[in-house]
C-alpha cells in the first residue's frame, strides 16, 4: 500500500504546530499592547451580547464606557504604531473614534431601557470594528508579525 503523503505532511505539521507552544512565537513577534486592548474590547461585547440576551440594560449600561474608553498602549508602542501607519493616523483615529460613539449611544440607549436601540447601536460599535479592521488589520499582522 501506497503511503499516503497528503496525511503524513498534515500529520507533520499538526506534530510541529503542537510542540510550538505560543510563546516560543511571541519571542519572535511580541504581541503588541493593542492586541490584549482588543481582546479585552471583544470581551466587554461578548458581555453585551449576554447583557442583551437576558435584558440586563444595567449590565449593558455598565459595560458600554468600558468599550468606548477603552485604554491606550504605552507611549512607546504608540510611536511605532504612528511610524507605520504615518499619514493615516488621521483615518485610524477616525475608525477609533467611530467606535466610541456608537459604544457611547448604546450606553444612553441601554440607560433609557430600550432594547432596540441597543441592538442597533451594538450593530454600530460592530461595524466600527470591522471598518478598522477591514483597513488595517492584515497590514498590522504583515508589519509587526510577519504574517501575510
Ligand atoms: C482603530 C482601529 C481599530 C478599531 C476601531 C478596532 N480594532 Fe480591533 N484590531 C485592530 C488592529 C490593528 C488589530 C490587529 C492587532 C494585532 O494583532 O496586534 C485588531 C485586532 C483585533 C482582535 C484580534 C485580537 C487577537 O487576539 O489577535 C480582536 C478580537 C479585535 N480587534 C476586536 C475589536 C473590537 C471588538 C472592536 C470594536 C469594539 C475593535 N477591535 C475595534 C484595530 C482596530
Known sequence: ???????????????????????????????????????????????VVDGISREDWALVAATAPKIANHREPEPAEKMKILAFIGAE????????????????????????????????????????CLACHQTYRERFLAHFYSKH
Open 1 to 47: 500500500m501506497k503511503p499516503d503523503f497528503r496525511f503524513l505532511a498534515a500529520s507533520a505539521l499538526l506534530a510541529v504546530s503542537a510542540a510550538a507552544p505560543a510563546t516560543a512565537q511571541d519571542a519572535v513577534a511580541p504581541e503588541l499592547e493593542l492586541r490584549r486592548i482588543m481582546r479585552e474590547l471583544n470581551a466587554g461585547m461578548q458581555t
Open 89 to 128: 493616523i488621521g483615518e485610524f483615529k477616525g475608525r477609533d473614534e467611530e467606535s466610541h460613539q456608537a459604544a457611547l449611544a448604546m450606553e444612553k440607549a441601554a440607560q433609557k431601557r430600550d432594547g432596540l436601540a441597543v441592538v442597533s447601536s451594538f450593530g454600530e460599535v460592530q461595524k466600527a
